[in-house]
């Protein structure tokens, strides 16, 4: 498949940056941060969001959705890197509607997709248990309990853990942390009784949670998938996660490049651009070159999503680990390029680096990423 | 559609009975390359046999047009001669400064008789071309370049001296840049000409490198004849043609450039040279540099895919051939210092039977040079910082 955009692709990148330009930019981030709102981004966002299908792209259409798939849902995601805009599309569009379409049952698909598509209902994903992603060493535990289960155990800095309606959280019903046997993913509801949840302010702004489990019980309906079977679709939902925080990097790394190199055209020191100096323009270069690769590992892996091609989890780690080193490079860059100016709070510049680094270390960093692709190539 | 499935299985049938076995296996370099000319020495009856024989079918150059000896393929016939050569993992037939740079500027800017004259004998891998640009005060800065050509009337006296011409020894032919007016502006008073290099006057002298060896020369004119009928375009505008091929060039390079060090990838390399235990090969810190390597190298990779099938779609060119070569010839040379490290002291023995004449050192010493030929990095970065981000 050519590597480029259809029609149609291209059209939905320039309304989603129409749209986010308008209602969602950088100055919506700060106002949000400002007001110390709890989901981070404004209330009505999500409503139009919602009503442009948004919520539905990725959901298939024999269960209401729009079946409109990965490279245009990219394209969105894209776009809300380079105007740092926080929603539920993450969280719900992309992790719920992965895992739920992944596992789910009939029933479950028909509810939860349904729900999701309409924007009746949002989710998170809990997976990891301590400050490094790890998704085989959940220890969590899920015991049998009647024709139920009671969970018990804690998750950390789970996105939109704080607002999300549903969780799935990933428990363990047998086995031991290092296994890959014994996963299992359930749908709990946050407002449970056992469940407590515990809001964290991040350098984004945004609205994560470290979320405990105390004799949680929940009925045989809420596993998702067969017990003990739960990592393939967990492994398929973190693939989907990374491709998408690849592609929402991919956008900051864009947007920093852009401002910085306006800023080049600008700013004059020793009576003339600093555009002009070599030291910096070779630097400029590099970094262009560098988001000229990281276009093309996203859309490849974008399009491998769609394809179902067996290369989607070497690709999601290869863009992963790229991204999150450029991405990297690119925020550095860009506050040492505008130097005292880049450095104040009261200029946007400084919103991406705290964007960059949260979405780098959600679900695995460059290290984790170039360890498992080494893995995946058998070394 | 079904007819491109037919030309599929034409081709599929001619190469399988055409391409010798021997030229079924994949070369080490440049060595083994073919590059055809007047007195060149072939490896072997079958490297001669394959060349030819692609050569009488204008395979060499597939997407050339039939009335000069080319295989006038489209693009979708011409992707699918290449998917099947690499299916039999079948050799290049002949590579050469004619098809790479040469013919397709004639191509763009020559006259129909120069056409006629010059691209059947590149095609049939008969006439070896060679590249004289570079001077002793002109590399970078290329449009410094001081060798002239006095026009005489009917043709153009040259005098000069050339230098890091590739192959001139080997070389038939010349495409030289040659100062035809000196009031000009630097780059308004340029004129590429070709001449043969038995011409008298031409004297080519090898140079000896890094690696040992002496692909390229130093090459003097004094007093050499050329004809006008063999300036490529208009006296006084071979600047915007040397451009072209430059660019031509810088592809070539940039794609091209990764060298072949045989079917495995350096993952695999690396697995074996090192070891894995439970999964993970022995020294972590290598390992990162591997990985990391072919992470870039894939990201590269895809890079020149999505440039292709950009201009292809009429998408506008997103990266360029100054960010593909920059960026290719840059990571060629780290995958062989990554190579030399996975063999150890292996990898710096120079001579003998188990080293294949010391193939890795040569061929790592001869990367450095991957990022210097057809304009450094450092003048990518300025062309991509002038030409691509506008900083003056
Ligand atoms: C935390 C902090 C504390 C500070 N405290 C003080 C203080 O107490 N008192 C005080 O007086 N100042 C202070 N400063 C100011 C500091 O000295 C300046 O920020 C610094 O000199 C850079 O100037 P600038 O910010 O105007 O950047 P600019 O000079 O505009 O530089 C912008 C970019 O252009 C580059 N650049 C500029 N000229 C060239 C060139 N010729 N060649 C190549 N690149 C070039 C710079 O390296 C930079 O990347 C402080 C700054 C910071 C960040
Ligand atoms: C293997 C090989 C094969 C070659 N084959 C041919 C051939 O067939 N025909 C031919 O004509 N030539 C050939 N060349 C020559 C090649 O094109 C020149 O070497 C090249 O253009 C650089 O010129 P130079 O060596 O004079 O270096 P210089 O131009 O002197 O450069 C020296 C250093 O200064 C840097 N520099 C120069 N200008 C700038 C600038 N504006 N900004 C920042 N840095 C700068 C360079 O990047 C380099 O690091 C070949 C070279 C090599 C290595």
């Not at chain 1, 299908?53 to 490279?71: D, K, M, Q, R, T």
Request: proline share 3%.
């Amino acid at each position: 498949m050519a590597l480029v955009l259809s029609e149609e692709q291209q059209m939905l990148k320039e309304s989603a940056q129409g749209f986010l330009a308008e209602f969602a930019p950088v100055a919506e981030l700060r106002k949000q941060r400002d007001a110390g709102s709890e989901t981070g981004y404004a209330e009505n966002l999500w409503g139009q969001m919602v009503e442009m299908g948004w919520a539905a792209i990725l959901v298939p259409e024999s269960y209401g959705g729009l079946e409109f798939g990965h490279v245009g849902m990219g394209q969105i995601i894209e776009q809300t890197g380079r105007t740092l805009t926080a929603s539920p599309l993450f969280a719900t569009a992309i992790l719920g509607v992965t895992a739920i379409n992944a596992a789910g049952s009939e029933e479950q698909k028909t509810e939860l997709l349904g729900a999701i598509a309409g924007g009746e209902i949002t989710t998170a994903l809990a997976v990891d248990e301590t400050a490094h992603h790890a998704p085989t060493q959940i220890s969590m535990a899920a015991t049998k309990q009647g024709t139920g289960y009671s969970l018990n155990g804690s998750k950390r800095f789970v996105a939109d853990g704080g607002t999300a309606d549903k969780l799935i959280v990933a428990a363990r019903t047998s086995g031991e942390a290092g296994d890959m046997k014994g996963i299992s993913l359930f749908v709990v509801d946050r407002t449970a009784a056992g469940v407590e949840v515990e809001r964290t302010a991040a350098t984004d702004g945004r609205n994560y949670a470290n979320i405990t489990f105390n004799n949680v019980e929940v009925a045989e309906a809420a596993l998702l998938g067969e017990e003990g079977q739960g990592y393939r679709a967990l492994n398929a939902t973190l693939d989907a996660g990374n491709v998408y925080l690849a592609a929402e990097l991919l956008g900051i790394s864009q947007e920093s490049f852009d401002r910085t190199l306006q800023y080049l055209k600008e700013r004059k020191q020793f009576g003339v651009l600093i555009g002009s100096f070599q030291g910096l323009q070779h630097r400029a270069a590099d970094w262009w070159s560098q988001v000229e690769l990281c276009k093309s590992v996203v859309l490849k892996a974008l399009q491998a999503m769609d394809a179902t091609d067996t290369k989607v989890p070497a690709l999601a780690s290869i863009a992963k680990a790229k991204l999150s080193e450029v991405a990297e490079l690119a925020t550095n860059e860009a506050i040492q390029m505008h130097a005292g100016i880049g450095m104040t709070d009261e200029y946007e510049i400084g919103f991406f680096i705290k964007r960059a680094r949260p979405a780098q270390a959600l679900f695995g960093d460059n290290s984790y990423h170039t360890d498992r692709f080494a893995l995946l190539s058998g070394y | 559609m079904s007819d491109l499935n037919a030309f599929r299985q034409e081709t599929r049938d001619w190469l399988e009975e055409n391409c010798p076995p021997a030229m079924r296996v994949s070369t080490k370099g440049g060595d083994e390359m073919c590059w055809g000319g007047r007195n060149y020495k072939f490896a072997s009856a079958d490297q001669q046999q394959w060349m030819e024989r692609m050569g009488a079918k204008g395979w060499t150059a597939p997407d050339w047009p039939t009335e000069y000896g080319g295989g006038g393929l489209d693009k979708a016939e011409h992707k699918i001669l290449k998917e099947e050569m690499l299916r039999i993992n079948a050799r290049s037939p002949l590579d050469s400064f004619g098809i790479w740079m040469i013919g397709p500027a004639l191509l763009k800017f020559g006259s129909e008789a120069l056409k006629h004259q010059h691209l059947p004998p590149i095609i049939r891998g008969e006439i070896r071309w060679c590249q004289g640009y570079s001077e002793p005060g002109a590399g970078s800065d290329l449009a410094g370049l001081q060798s002239k050509g006095e026009d005489m009337g009917d043709h153009f006296v040259a005098n000069g001296q050339k230098v890091w011409t590739s192959y001139g020894d080997k070389a038939d032919w010349m495409f030289c840049l040659l100062r035809t007016d000196s009031e000009a502006k630097k780059q308004m008073g340029i004129s590429l000409v070709l001449f043969d290099m038995e011409t008298p006057g031409v004297t080519p002298k090898p140079i000896k490198l890094i690696s040992g060896s002496s692909p390229f020369c130093e090459t003097f004119l004094d007093d050499v004849r050329v004809e006008k009928d063999q300036v490529v375009g208009e006296v006084n505008q071979g600047w915007t043609i040397a451009k072209y091929l430059l660019t031509h060039e810088r592809e070539m390079i940039g794609g091209m450039g990764m060298i072949d060090i045989g079917s495995e990838t350096l993952g695999q390399i690396a697995a074996k040279a090192m070891g894995v235990e439970y999964g993970r090969m022995n020294n972590p810190l290598l390992r990162a540099e591997v990985a990391k390597w072919e992470i870039d190298g894939a990201c590269f990779a895809l890079t020149a895919e999505r440039v292709t099938d950009e201009v292809k779609s009429g998408h506008g060119v997103g990266a360029t051939s100054a960010m593909l070569k920059y960026y290719g010839t840059e990571l060629n040379k780290r995958r062989f210092e990554t190579l030399l490290k996975l063999n150890g002291t292996d990898a710096m023995v120079w001579e003998g039977e188990a080293s294949n004449e010391g193939w890795l050192p040569r061929t790592w010493l001869r990367t450095k040079g991957n990022s210097i030929e057809g304009g450094t990095s450092e003048v990518q970065l300025n062309v991509i910082a002038k030409n691509i981000l506008g900083l003056g």
